[in-house]
């Protein structure tokens, strides 16, 4: 699928902001700090209802402005859509497509992109949890209906938690019971489908790694699960189950839950080694690239809407030459490729595309330049001391 426009209001450095987008490489271009990031960011959001960079909304409402709205008119399969959300500083979000109110997380199945940006970093040598965080956003994104899921474990945990905590050692057996078997049952599908995911996804992570790094070396991705215990058998609910029965006194001393897909991980190895611990900056960035790039094969043959909108924000100032080559030729071939770069010297020539540039939270039109200062000289002669 492809953007064609996006339309931003109150979002981040944004006041009002429009920019269209052509098939294949489109290139947003300007200094530091000027608003390239926060554009697609925009576009990500639309995906996953969440920002890659920060938890929580409130930093994506423009200083002084109660609600943001983000705008898009996206084409897949020669359909096109128009998508609308509009993010509250405070209160829920709402949601518009083709101008009548849906659910926010009908938007997320209309608009399907992959962002990769220097905070993926995090995905190999961060905590557990942006592990997860990359797995279950994944899920999503090739079956919404597993959102469904994941909320519904997240209650079930919450409040198995809350009873946990404020009942300790004078819990009911048997309300615990029922919460057990609420968090087992949603528990038990959310595992099977990530151990699933990650089976999908090893190979084509580890095409993808072999493509950016250019090195015959062996990439591993395996579910690490707090549920599992050696030579055990039996169906996955069972597990968890037993799982929990194993650390139920040391749950009730503790007030929390010990098991579970919140406390998973996903083991990455480069040739039989955890990244996490053992690779090096190089082969950190090439795996995390390489992940996100799985995503983008997985996403393009699960999904009717074809290519997801594939997103390289920032990716080549950390490349060496020959990888810069090796990534553009290979996301060359995406229907649509947006890239932002502080140098425009840095996006190789197979990415060559047209070009938009930002200043100032504001995109310039074709015939304005970047790299004139917000503040002419003239003008900063006049501020006074
Ligand atoms: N909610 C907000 N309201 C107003 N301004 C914001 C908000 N959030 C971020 N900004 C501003 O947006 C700017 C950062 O924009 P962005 O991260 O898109 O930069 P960039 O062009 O990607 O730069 P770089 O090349 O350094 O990555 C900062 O100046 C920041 O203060
Ligand atoms: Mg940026």
Not at 210 to 235: C, F, Y
Not at 281 to 301: C, D, I, K, Q, T
Request: aromatic share 4%; hydrophobic share 45%.
């Amino acid at each position: 699928m492809r953007i064609d426009r996006l339309t931003l209001a109150d979002w981040r450095n944004y006041e009002t902001a429009e920019a269209s987008f052509l098939p294949g490489a489109n290139v947003l271009a300007g200094r530091n700090g000027q608003g390239k990031t926060n554009l697609v960011e925009a576009i990500g959001f639309l995906t996953t209802l969440g920002s890659h960079r920060v938890a929580g909304d409130a930093a994506l409402v423009r200083t002084g402005a109660d609600a943001a709205v983000i705008r898009a008119v996206v084409v897949a399969e020669e359909r096109e859509v128009l998508a609308e959300v509009l993010i509250n500083r405070t209160g829920a979000n709402r949601a518009q497509l083709n101008r009548s109110a849906v659910r926010p997380r009908e938007i997320t199945r209309n608009v399907s992109s992959v962002l990769f940006a220097p905070e993926d970093l995090a995905i190999v040598r961060g905590e557990p949890s942006a592990r997860r965080r990359f797995v279950d956003e994944l899920l999503v994104q090739r079956t919404p209906r597993l959102a469904g899921v994941v909320a519904d474990y997240e209650k079930a945990l919450r409040q198995r938690n809350g009873l946990l905590r404020h009942a300790r050692q004078a819990v009911d057996p048997a309300s615990l019971e029922a919460w057990d078997e609420r968090l087992v049952a949603t528990g038990s599908e959310l595992l099977d489908a990530r151990t699933e995911l990650v089976t999908v996804l090893e190979p084509l992570v580890a095409e993808q790694y072999a493509v950016v790094a250019g090195a015959d070396q062996v990439v591993g991705l395996a579910p690490s699960r707090s549920i599992d215990q050696e030579s055990e058998e039996g169906s996955t609910a069972e597990r968890f189950a037993a799982a929990l029965a194993r650390v139920r006194r040391r749950e009730l001393e503790r007030g929390i839950t010990l098991v579970g897909p919140h406390r998973d991980d996903v083991l990455l190895t480069i040739n039989g080694l955890p990244a996490r611990s053992h690779a090096s900056h190089g082969e950190s960035w090439s795996l995390a690239l390489a992940l996100r790039l799985g995503a983008v094969e997985l996403l393009r043959h699960a999904l009717p809407t074809g290519d997801p909108i594939v997103i390289l924000d920032d990716v080549f100032a950390e490349l060496d030459a020959r990888r810069r080559v090796r990534l553009a030729e290979r996301v060359a071939r995406y229907e649509q490729v947006l890239i932002t770069a502080a140098v425009e010297e840095d996006v190789p020539a197979a990415l060559a595309g047209r070009v938009t540039r930002i200043r100032a939270g504001r995109v310039l039109r074709a015939d304005e330049r970047a790299d004139e200062d917000a503040v002419a000289p003239a003008e900063a002669e006049e501020v006074p001391s």
